[in-house]
């Protein structure tokens, strides 16, 4: 079976989804797929934060009209998103320990969709090493 990683950093919603499409798309071909999230990311995956929709500079003037495309399209709820990838796959999603502690975020204000927290070294050992292809966002 094929491993892919992927590292998340940016926290815009545009870029969490595009994380997770390409998840998504990896676990239906039968691909192993493990996610990390760090740094912005990271802060984003908060249950008071992960329901925001905050778009990239490159959709200034144009976040209204994204966000109802992505409703109608069923892309606006990312812990929905996190479930149906588990459901069609292989999938794990971690996040980084040193980011929660940077950031200040215990565990327990984390969304229930995430797997693990983890060291970045323990995911470069046991996830990047073995992988076939490590994708960033």
Known sequence: ??????????????????????ARIATIAGTQVSVFFRDEAALRLTQDKVKDMVFSEAYKGRD?????????????????ILREIKEKGDAKFS??????????????KLIPELDEVQAAD????????????????
């Open 1 to 22: 079976m094929k491993k892919l990683a992927v590292i998340v950093t940016r926290g815009s919603y545009n870029n969490l989804l595009q994380a997770c499409e390409l």
């Open 95 to 108: 996040v980084c320990r040193d980011s929660l502690d940077l950031l200040e975020i215990t565990v327990e």
């Open 64 to 80: 209204a009209h994204m966000r109802e495309v992505l409703r109608s399209r069923g892309k606006h709820d990312l812990p929905a």
């Open 122 to 137: 323990a995911f470069w050992k046991e996830e990047v090493a073995t992988a076939d292809q490590v994708i960033t966002f």
